[in-house]
């Protein structure tokens, strides 16, 4: 059995109170996706496509109307314990600490909640080892607002990886950066995923993004979103920029690229 199977899930959109908008807009609709476990995928399409919404249905942080998803063999009906998430904006609490910040999901998911105080000084090796990892050895004690952006992107991929999930999921987590800070954080990213080896699911708009990262980019449909392409990346581990460049590689973001043209013209 896949990791992860998401089978003709349609998600409408609801209004404040909980109710289906009045002209019963789609957000998702009839899509279809398999990852098996330890992939890297990337889903891309037009903006407002549902990529998105995709990746908070296959969290439990929102119900499908229709359609079902499965995760480590289990139907999905409320958030995921096995989840880090990271997004656009890093949202690191500005009274505590990067290395409190990254340590927040131990005190909250268990079975580190309940052991938490008691291990305390252990978790917060784990946190600095961590820091480490991505370049941020002796920031545990700085103050969010005392980090860059790129900084505080690093920190809040610690705070998604601390406790270690299976699945984690990432909405545009570079997309506020600038290229050169976003690049060096794809390095980042690929080397904490090599050594990790959590199944990782990541949106992006840009497709260069996409290609260096992950294993298979799907494309999804204007609104409602589903699956209307996949496409697997012959490229070898570790990658390097400059793989980008080459030939078959252009000409596969070429590729990526028309579908979402065609995807976007028939909004």
Not at 82 to 90: D, P, Y
Not at 185 to 203: E, H, I, N
Request: hydrophobic content about 40%; overall charge negative; glycine content about 6%.
């Amino acid at each position: 059995m896949a990791f992860i199977e998401i089978e003709d899930v349609d998600l409408v959109y609801r209004n404040s109170f909980g109710h289906e908008v009045s002209d019963g807009t789609l957000a998702l609709s009839g899509t279809n996706l398999t990852m098996e476990k330890g992939e890297f995928i990337a889903l891309v399409g037009p903006s407002g496509c549902g990529k998105s919404t995709l990746l908070k249905v296959v969290s439990g942080l929102i119900r499908a109307n229709k359609g079902k998803v499965t995760v480590a063999g289990e139907t999905v009906t409320d958030p995921l314990k096995i989840v880090g998430m990271a997004f656009q904006n890093a949202s690191l609490l500005p009274w505590r600490s990067t290395r409190e910040n990254v340590l927040l999901p131990l005190e909250i998911v268990e079975p580190h909640r309940q052991r938490f105080r008691a291990e305390k000084a252990h978790y917060e090796d784990l946190a600095d080892k961590l820091l480490e990892t991505v370049g941020l050895e002796g920031f545990g004690d700085r103050a969010p607002w005392q980090l860059s952006g790129g900084m505080q992107q690093r920190a809040q991929l610690c705070r998604a990886l601390v406790h270690e999930p299976d699945l984690l999921l990432l909405d545009e987590p570079f997309g506020a950066l600038d290229a050169f800070t976003r690049e060096e954080l794809w390095d980042v990213l690929q080397a904490l995923y090599t050594d990790r080896k959590c199944t990782v699911m990541l949106v992006t708009h840009d497709l260069r993004e996409a290609v260096y990262l992950a294993d298979t980019v799907y494309v999804m449909s204007a609104r409602p979103g589903r699956v209307i392409l996949d496409k697997k990346i012959d490229m070898p581990r570790p990658r390097k920029l400059e793989d980008l460049y080459s030939r078959d590689i252009a000409d596969l973001i070429q590729e990526l690229r028309h579908h979402i043209n065609v995807a976007r013209t028939d909004e």
